[in-house]
């Protein structure tokens, strides 16, 4: 099945800086790649979305990036500011008899300093 | 207002007990599904259902078991055959043409002593 390896699994920051996370997935056959913001206690919220046909993508701050060939996909956000601080978490879906399951990776808790 | 409720938040159960928890979406979403949430993991699959009345097994299913005689509803019940019960239990909801962008509910954290 699907694996998918996400880093760092943490990340500080000083606000106004950059940050980037990067997946890594297993499965070729994959073609959707979402990203997710946690805040604690509370469930994962859609933050942004890539598709297989699609090397990039952008939303304000965010964007995400795709390699196909290489098999990974980064999250980037600029202008990090306080409430950025979140656990952020990657995923792939895959199509076939798999459509609608997506593999996670890990988490990679983001801290941003004031 | 729309969206995805789970209830309780927080569950305590003795071992041994089965526990229900509950998910119900006012999104007319036709895909539901549970996931299982541990301390510095990402978010597993335990089912999933696409549409009333049918529902697949996840990667870690075991020790579960679910209902979808609702479009609405898609309550999960935790057995006493699951080892590890405690954990963050977090349901979403997608619609039939694109069930990749779910969406997700606040959680349940569970509890078994």
């Known amino acids: 099945g699907e694996n998918v390896e996400q880093h760092p699994s943490t990340l500080s920051v000083q606000e106004g800086d950059s940050a980037v996370i990067k997946c890594t997935y297993s499965d070729s056959a994959s073609n959707y790649f979402p990203w997710y913001k946690q805040e604690l206690g509370k469930g994962p919220q859609l933050i942004i979305d890539?598709?297989?046909?699609?090397g990039e993508k952008k939303d304000q701050r965010i964007a995400v990036t795709l390699n196909k060939t290489a098999k990974h996909f980064s999250l980037h956000i600029t202008e990090t500011q306080p409430e950025d601080s979140a656990v952020y978490f990657c995923?792939?879906?895959?199509?076939?008899?798999?459509?609608?399951?997506?593999?996670f990776g890990q988490g990679t808790i983001l801290t941003v300093h004031p | 207002d729309g969206g995805i409720t789970q209830s309780p938040k927080y569950l305590f159960r003795k071992e041994g007990q089965n526990v229900t928890l509950s998910c119900e979406q006012n999104l007319n979403h036709d895909a539901m599904y549970w996931y299982r949430q541990d301390p510095g993991q990402g978010l597993r699959l335990i089912y999933y259902s696409q549409i009333v009345n049918d529902f697949q097994k996840g990667d870690i299913a075991e020790g579960y078991s679910v209902s979808r005689e609702k479009k609405e509803s898609f309550p999960l019940t935790v057995t006493s055959a699951q080892k590890n019960p405690t954990a963050f239990y977090l349901c979403a909801s997608s619609i039939a043409g694109d069930q990749y962008e779910q969406y997700f509910g606040p959680g349940t954290r569970l509890t078994v002593t």
């Open positions: 890539i598709r297989s046909n699609v």
């Open positions: 995923a792939a879906g895959a199509g076939g008899t798999s459509y609608g399951k997506l593999t």
